[in-house]
């Protein structure tokens, strides 16, 4: 089964304070943590606030790519390998055709947030990334989210 999912925020998670995307489900309270490194999480904060670079990044050509041959992206999905890793795949939508690509799940959530496509993620993959948001974990998530300081994930500059 597919969740809706969309992107609320980012947290820095345990002793480490490794980065980490908050996704939620939008028909519920369940919070997917994904980690990110400081590129990543850069990228997506650049999409959450609607920031171009003046060059564009990988995410940036990929979807000039995608529109320039005439195609859509119609959804992203959040999926974990046979070996429990988690993955992505884009569906692409273009000329009556449809594809399906493989990407990294930091690509997906970008792409879709730029697109403005659906972001969707197995049943299977809340049993390995969730956290509900009434628990325990689930409030220290919010104090962790509350007390972030976005200059954490380092400082970029884009030329």
Do not use: W
Not at 135 to 150: E, M
């Amino acid at each position: 089964m597919l969740v809706r999912i969309e992107f609320v925020s980012f947290a820095a998670t345990g002793e480490g304070h490794s980065p980490v995307v908050v996704l939620k489900e939008i028909t519920g309270s369940r919070l997917l943590l994904l980690p990110v490194g400081p590129l990543e999480g850069s990228a997506i904060a650049m999409e959450t606030l609607g920031m171009n670079p003046q060059k564009p990044a990988a995410i940036h050509l990929a979807h000039s790519i995608m529109e320039k041959l005439g195609g859509t992206l119609t959804r992203a999905v959040l999926y974990l390998t046979t070996g429990q890793s988690l993955m992505a795949h884009l569906d692409i939508a273009s000329r009556g055709t449809a594809a399906r690509l493989d990407c990294r799940p930091f690509d997906a959530v970008v792409l879709a947030m730029r697109c403005d496509a659906p972001l969707l993620a197995r049943e299977s993959v809340f049993g390995q990334f969730c956290r509900t948001d009434g628990s325990t974990k689930g409030n220290t998530l919010r104090a962790h989210i509350a007390a972030i300081d976005t200059l954490d994930f380092g400082s970029y500059f884009l030329e």
